[in-house]
């Protein structure tokens, strides 16, 4: 089947159903497409290259897979198709009024800047990709930037498909571009001098090595660039300062979306008062990746009194699967469907305290009603089989569009076993997405 799948695509064919080959690609393609010594290279362009590359390979060695997945052109598509009425549905100002009801009070600052690196978090169900979670500070993309282009070509038909890993727009470039509009949006023509990286205790976060990567894009373009903890900054003087030195620019990673704790007291002044553009910061939380607002996007009636267009709302009803809040009111209800849901904290992140409805215990639950959660609809991931130690393995994945402005500009898959994404499994971590070609474009 492969040769003949490589031969069609040689002579430019399409594919009359991608979906299904691809999953068949998933099941079948077992082979090594992650070539290492092209990851150290890769990793060596940027110094301190090899550090980099020890840093991953000695304590992150589930940072990557060895594998890709394939996934066919309509499932892309629809992503994409879904995700625009996402935007569309919160760019409505009643959609706004309504998700800022809840939101903390450092949401209603409207900074110009609109937030950089926004993950939308896809399941692939039976009836195609399905919207599980919006993030607002999504991790990995330049990490994914340099794994897609240590990919070797392991038989014909994945030959085929490598010169279409990154859409053949260089990432890096893209990725800067990004910050320099939002930094545009806010200060026009004046110069970026300096950006700082920002998450609590930096050194010791797992994605240190994307960091140290975005440090060096920075200086790249001859900005200078600063990776520290936030109780490192200061406000004074109007100014935001790292160690006596001003901050134009902070790419805000902090899991403290509302910065709200007490470590994030400087941040949080120089972000109201405009001292500092910080992005992605706390209104594009609270209008993107509240889990509450997932409520909202697959609520009929809410969309309808929203002004919400017909063909809008059928996306957005089809394309996420129904959410619910978690009450005391309605507990009796949810426990006996808990099998058929997943719950979610509202303010989560990275899938902590989550929990699949079928693994949930009565105790458990008690305190799910305690907090503030909510119920989504469970649509479990696909999978992709991979050779661990030369044994086949089936992984879960998820697959996350980064998107700025509305423009989906990188997808990646992330590959695991257990109930959530980890980074812990072998064969497993993040792998490049191979597009595979369809005869026509639209529905499955």
């Not at 993040?430 to 529905?443: S, Y």
Request: glycine share 8%; aromatic share 8%; with cysteine.
């Amino acid at each position: 089947m492969l040769g003949t799948v490589a031969e069609a695509l040689r002579r430019g064919a399409v594919i009359p159903d991608c979906t299904q080959l691809a999953e068949e690609l998933n099941r079948v393609c077992q082979c090594v497409l992650l070539d290492r010594e092209a990851l150290r290279q890769e990793l060596a362009r940027t110094q301190p290259g090899a550090d980099l590359y020890e840093l991953i390979r000695d304590g992150r060695p589930t940072l990557f897979s060895d594998s890709a997945v394939f996934v066919g052109e309509h499932e892309i598509s629809r992503m994409a198709e879904i995700i625009a009425a996402v935007e569309e549905a919160v760019a409505l100002p009643a959609y706004q009024d309504r998700v800022l009801r809840y939101a903390p009070d450092t949401a209603r600052h409207v900074p110009r800047a609109r937030g950089v690196f926004l993950g939308y978090d896809f399941h692939l169900g039976a009836s195609g990709p399905q919207l599980i979670e919006v993030n607002t500070n999504a991790g990995g993309g330049l990490l994914n930037a340099v794994l897609g282009r240590a990919q070797r070509a392991c038989c014909e038909t994945v030959a085929a498909m490598l010169p279409g890993l990154a859409g053949g727009t260089p990432l890096e470039p893209l990725f800067f571009d990004m910050f320099l509009s939002e930094w545009r949006l806010e200060r026009g023509d004046a110069i970026l001098r300096r950006v700082a990286i920002v998450d609590e205790h930096p050194r010791e976060q797992y994605l240190l090595p994307e960091f140290v990567l975005f440090e060096r894009l920075f200086e790249r373009y001859g900005v200078d660039a600063v990776l520290c903890d936030p109780e490192e900054l200061a406000f004074t003087g109007g100014e935001l300062t790292h160690e006596g030195r001003r901050i134009d620019l902070v790419y805000n990673r902090l899991t403290d979306f509302a910065l709200t704790r007490p470590f994030s007291a400087a941040l949080r002044q120089a972000y109201l008062a405009g001292a500092a553009v910080v992005t992605p910061h706390a209104r594009a939380h609270a209008l993107y990746a509240d889990k509450r607002n997932l409520a909202v996007l697959t609520d009929p009636a809410a969309l309808e009194a929203m002004g919400t267009a017909a063909a809008t709302r059928e996306v957005l009803l089809s394309g996420i699967p129904r959410v619910e809040r978690v009450t005391p009111e309605r507990a009796d209800d949810i426990w006996q469907r808990r099998r058929r849901l997943f719950f979610k904290p509202a303010a989560g992140y990275g899938s902590r305290a989550a929990y699949r409805g079928d693994k949930l215990t009565r105790r458990v639950f008690d305190e799910i009603l305690r907090g503030e959660y909510v119920a989504q609809a469970l649509v479990g991931p696909s999978e992709r089989r991979v050779a661990v130690d030369g044994t086949p393995v089936d992984l879960k994945l998820d697959l996350r569009n980064y998107v700025y402005a509305g423009e989906v500009q990188l997808i990646t898959a992330r590959l695991y076993q257990g109930q959530t994404t980890n980074f812990r499994t072998p064969g497993g971590g993040f792998a490049p997405v191979l597009t595979v070609p369809c005869a026509a474009r639209g529905g499955r």
